[in-house]
């Protein structure tokens, strides 16, 4: 590692950073309003590797807005209205972007994002957003509200989890974000939710213990997740107004099928819809007020060993607890493949590419 770069000096600072050990680099997309109950679709995505991988990719962007002229790049600003981009010509702008998604392509980095459908989160009853949100109940009480007013937990919270199965054991994740206000203590706060849940998340051993937050006009790496983020977050916004589930009519699938060159498995990209919801919540016990019959409800209906098993990982209620020891089965449309956000092989959100 080279000081003088940005993931040379971070590695300076960390405690218990290795050459080995992976920095995870990615941003928040809600429209342009923040975290608010009436955005669409709550998206997380970016990119985990190596630092050697991370600096390489920090020479190749900084080369590539120096051709360009350009201090730094953020999406809002480039496909907005900025001052700076208004002189520039279509082919000149579709150059900029192709280079800087070149940049990735040649890097071993990995997509990881995930997105929940805000509108349906706000919909769920109380005591079903304090368990999606990593609530856990004593069979009396919760003991541990979770976040139930905060659909950002959920993409996030799946988001490190699915960032972790790229950590080698014995090796730790750097989560780094943005340094913005309106996310910066909200993810404080969930992070410190998943390292003290009760009991541990299987994938707490990886975890590092803090976050890092630096300036994204600074950090190239910031900039990379931040153009990956927003054409996931313009996709849902499309397919939340549009109704096309598929994105057959997606007007910018070149830009698409760029952010997924990154993308190792589709388990790597979650979509928390109708049936994803569904399918975490029917591993809750009959404790919990829902609108659906749980797994528990129907446990009559199972043979005998089956009731044990599941009796055995649900004898308190916690999301943390179900996500470790067990895994949905596929049911219902399956013409349609439309994503649960565990056990799944490809989400509908995918299904077209």
């Known amino acids: 590692m080279t000081p003088d770069t940005w993931v040379g000096r971070l590695a300076q600072v960390l405690h218990g950073f290795k050459e080995s050990s992976k920095l995870a680099i990615f941003k928040s997309h809600m429209d342009e309003t923040g975290i608010q109950w009436d955005d669409p679709y709550c998206t997380i995505a970016g990119h985990v590797g190596r630092c050697q991988e991370w600096e390489r990719l920090e020479h190749d962007w900084r080369f590539v807005l120096a051709e360009f002229k350009v201090e730094y790049f953020h999406s809002l600003e480039f496909y907005g209205s900025d001052e700076k981009y208004k002189n520039w010509k279509p082919g000149k702008r579709k150059a ?106 299987n994938c707490r051993p990886k975890l590092a213990e803090d976050m890092v937050f630096s300036d994204p006009k600074k950090v190239p790496e910031l900039q990379a997740a931040d153009l990956v983020t927003y054409w996931l977050g313009r996709f849902m916004t499309y397919r939340a107004k549009s109704g096309d589930t598929r994105g057959i009519n997606f007007p910018h699938r070149v830009e698409l099928r760029r952010v997924f060159e990154r993308l190792a498995n589709w388990d790597d990209l ?3 819809d109708f049936q994803g919801l569904m399918a975490v919540l029917t591993g809750v016990n009959r404790y919990i007020k829902t609108s659906i019959l749980t797994r528990d409800q129907l446990l009559p209906s199972l043979p005998v060993a089956e009731r044990k098993r599941i009796l055995g990982v649900m004898r308190k209620a916690s999301l943390c607890r179900f996500l470790d020891h067990w895994q949905p089965i596929a049911q219902g449309d399956h013409d349609r493949n439309e994503i649960a956000p565990f056990g799944y092989s490809e989400p509908v959100l995918l299904r077209w590419i």
């Open 96 to 201: 900029f972007i192709k280079n800087l998604f070149d940049c990735l392509q040649h890097r071993d980095l990995r997509l990881v994002g995930s997105s929940i459908d805000v509108k349906l989160f706000r919909s769920l009853t109380e005591d079903e957003r304090h368990y999606i949100t990593g609530g856990h109940h004593n069979g009396m009480k919760w003991t541990s509200p979770g976040a139930p007013s905060k659909p950002y937990f959920v993409p996030f919270h799946n988001c490190i989890v699915q960032l972790v199965k790229h950590v080698p054991n014995g090796d730790l994740l750097y989560p780094v974000m943005s340094r913005q206000d309106q996310y910066k203590m909200k993810a404080l706060e969930l992070y410190d939710l998943m390292l003290k849940s009760d009991p541990p998340m």
């Open 270 to 272: 979650k979509l928390f």
